[in-house]
């Protein structure tokens, strides 16, 4: 396609995807490893456990749409891989809140993606064809 002598971009879905799982990585190092970096540069300032959560979420994308983008034959499955990996990461990161803390929501919500991460688990254990 051509648009007044140039050419436009157009690419495949697959390779779109691709390029913004490849955003979600850069955004999972940035908001992961260097958080406070990150902050000096935002109106927001630095919040630790926000930003932990935002990694957390790059994280899980991309173990689900790296698997899909792969050509994973069960897409469904490859979706709660991911899930599977935040709410593990989740819960690990409520789990030392609450025990820093106390605080009865970091608590309940610990204990609500550690009942997440058993049922993925359990579903993901079972042998099945791919059902919709």
Not at 43 to 70: C, F, S, Y
């Amino acid at each position: 396609m051509s648009m007044r002598g140039g050419t436009v971009y157009l690419p495949t879905v697959r390779t779109a995807t691709a390029t913004w799982l490849a955003g979600t990585a850069a955004a999972l190092v940035v908001q992961g490893v260097f958080p406070e970096k990150f902050a000096e540069t935002t109106a927001w300032g630095v919040n630790a456990g926000w930003q932990r959560e935002i990694a957390i979420w790059n994280l899980g994308t991309l173990v689900a749409g790296g698997a899909i983008v792969a050509g994973d034959s069960d897409p469904i499955r490859a979706q709660l891989r991911g899930l599977t990996v935040l709410s593990a990461l989740f819960g690990t990161n409520h789990a030392v809140a609450a025990v820093r803390s106390g605080k009865p929501g970091n608590i309940a919500w610990a204990v609500i993606n550690g009942a997440g991460v058993v049922s993925s688990l359990a579903a993901l254990s079972r042998r099945e064809t791919p059902a919709r």
